[in-house]
């Protein structure tokens, strides 16, 4: 019974990540049972988790959706396998706070006072105040305008840890893997050289007389 359960429970959570993979893409039931070969029906069922997807359908419906397989395969049954889309109220809020600490602490570092900044770049204090704050949400122009007196880019203030940020970040190494040559990119792809991507590391972080020590050190090795 136990079993039973269990799998249905794991039906259930393909077939929500089916949908919610789907919806993503903008696509109809109808429109997306045609790519996997079946019809609307059937793929709605596997959606609600009355029926399981085979594997070439869901190889199918992966492809053409562009996600990876293994996000419907590597499924834990208490846990959603994808993330979520983000509540847009509470990413913004905490957005407008990230970028306001960023602002301040960049005004503080040019040793700028807020009715300093306010004087240079025709903005009200109170407003500048209220961006630091996070409290109100800045207009893309304001943000241009400060970040360009504080002496910083607009990228600058981009969004790296959150769900947004961290999509890029993974399409932005996706694109540069695949600009790398077939050779290089099997090599950084395969999990039993990651030891030496870590070395390739820290040597990157080392300064020039610290890495000419370790060179040394080689020679002599292999001397």
């Given at each position: 019974m136990t079993e039973n359960r269990e799998i249905l429970l794991r039906s259930k959570v393909i077939g929500a990540?089916?949908?919610?993979?789907?919806?993503?893409?903008?696509?109809?039931?109808?429109?997306?049972?045609?790519?996997?070969?079946?019809?609307?029906?059937?793929?709605?069922?596997?959606?609600?988790?009355?029926?399981?997807?085979?594997?070439?359908?869901?190889?199918?419906?992966?492809?053409?959706?562009?996600?990876?397989?293994?996000?419907?395969?590597?499924?834990?049954?208490?846990?959603?396998?994808?993330?979520q889309d983000p509540d847009p109220k509470i990413l913004i809020s905490l957005r407008n706070r990230v970028i306001g600490a960023m602002l301040k602490r960049h005004r503080i570092e040019l040793n700028l006072s807020i009715r300093e900044l306010s004087k240079e770049i025709n903005l009200p204090p109170s407003r500048i105040s209220a961006y630091e704050k996070g409290g109100r949400p800045m207009p893309l122009v304001d943000l241009e305008k400060v970040a360009e007196r504080l002496g910083h880019r607009l990228e600058d203030y981009f969004d790296r840890d959150g769900p947004i940020g961290t999509r890029e970040v993974n399409n932005d190494a996706v694109k540069m893997l695949s600009k790398l040559h077939p050779e290089l990119r099997e090599f950084l792809s395969n999990p039993v050289n990651e030891p030496y991507l870590r070395i390739a590391k820290k040597l990157s972080e080392l300064d020039v007389n610290k890495l000419r020590i370790v060179a040394e050190g080689l020679l002599d090795i292999t001397l």
């Open positions: 990540t089916l949908r919610q993979v789907r919806n993503r893409a903008g696509r109809s039931l109808k429109e997306t049972a045609l790519l996997i070969g079946t019809n609307a029906g059937r793929l709605s069922a596997y959606e609600r988790g009355e029926r399981t997807i085979s594997l070439p359908e869901l190889e199918l419906f992966a492809f053409h959706m562009h996600t990876p397989l293994k996000a419907f395969t590597n499924l834990d049954p208490t846990q959603r396998s994808l993330d």
